[in-house]
């Protein structure tokens, strides 16, 4: 809409029509005005929704595992089985325990074996720390020797 005011406004001001072009540029004004204060209040209402439904998804779905602290922030863990040596799961960049949910019985039947969601994902808290790999792997190393 703004764009089709503003090329009405230069056409009328190129037919001499001045009043008529200020008129649509005073219109034009207000209009984007009234787009800009929509999106603000459209912006507002996503992170109130993103909010509220962040707070219910963590009343309604508890982790299946337990969160460990690694240093001022909870990494999730799940272990089941028994014996060893333990089989750690590790996935790919971005993932979660659901990526290991089908395979992780199949291999409890003979060991022990945990997988775990990298800070920031799935039940884990962010990380304080930039996500390379040196320090994942160190986030890793910590909440093994943190869960024993």
Known sequence: MPFVLAIISLFLKSAGCNEASR??????RYSVIVELLLIAV??????????????RDSRLYHP?????DVGGYRLHLNC???????VVLEYGHQGSYFDWSRVQ?????????CYYD???????????RPRVPSIMSEELHALLHSAG
């Open 42 to 55: 459209l912006a507002m209402i996503g992170i109130v929704y993103e909010r509220r439904a962040v707070q």
């Open 64 to 68: 299946p595992g337990k969160l460990v």
């Open 80 to 86: 089941v089985g028994s014996g060893g040596p333990t």
């Open 118 to 128: 990298r800070a920031g994902y799935g039940w884990s808290d962010p990380s304080p």
């Open 23 to 28: 008129s649509t540029l005073r219109v034009l």
């Open 105 to 113: 019985p199949e291999i409890a039947r003979f060991t022990r074996v």
